[in-house]
């Protein structure tokens, strides 16, 4: 059986591939962003998506309305996703396609939990910070868990510094 991480990674590379050749990979990107925003934040979204008895044809109109400002590649590859069952994998798929656009901008995406949120002085100084060690443009995601007594946990794919 293949992994769910490696079906998504071969989408996702696929997407890619596709809008940089059509140059409209930052235009994909997007409308993958805001799908997968849609997807996450509305239930009856990805109920309709994902229920057996609607056709295929009939979610496709719906996407393609919704999501009508999306360049055309990145419909087509919802299409595909739709029409072979993979609706599920949207997100995995997401987060496949941003770790290549990341990969390919010499981007790193940072995970920073603290028990309260950080100002915007605190959050570039660790941007700063991080920069300056890593050598790579940073994306910051901040989070918050208010069970922290205090101090900051960064994690970098699979890597923690846990300073809580």
């Known amino acids: 059986m293949i992994r769910q991480d490696a ?6 590379q696929a ?9 409209v990979l930052a235009g994909a990107e997007e409308a993958f962003e805001a799908l997968v925003e849609t997807w996450r934040l509305l239930p009856e979204f990805r109920a309709f998506l994902t229920a057996p008895g ?3 044809a009939e979610k496709r109109a719906v996407v393609g309305k919704a999501f ?6 990145f419909l087509n590859f919802v299409s595909l996703m739709i029409d072979k069952g993979r609706v599920t994998s949207l ?9 290549l656009r990341d990969r390919a901008t010499g981007r790193v995406r940072v995970q ?11 959050a570039e100084r660790v941007c700063a910070s991080l920069r300056e060690g890593l050598k790579q443009s940073i994306v910051l995601e901040p989070g918050v868990k208010p069970e922290l ?4 946990r960064l994690q970098v794919g699979d890597r923690v510094a846990d300073g809580t």
């Open 54 to 56: 609607i056709p295929a």
């Open 7 to 12: 079906v998504a990674f071969v989408y996702a």
């Open 149 to 152: 007594l205090g101090g900051i």
């Open 91 to 99: 997100p995995a798929v997401y987060e496949a396609f941003c770790s």
């Open 68 to 73: 009508a400002e999306a360049p055309p590649v």
């Open 15 to 23: 997407l890619a591939e596709v809008a940089q050749g059509a140059g």
């Open 112 to 122: 920073a939990t603290t028990a309260a949120p950080m100002t915007p002085e605190q």
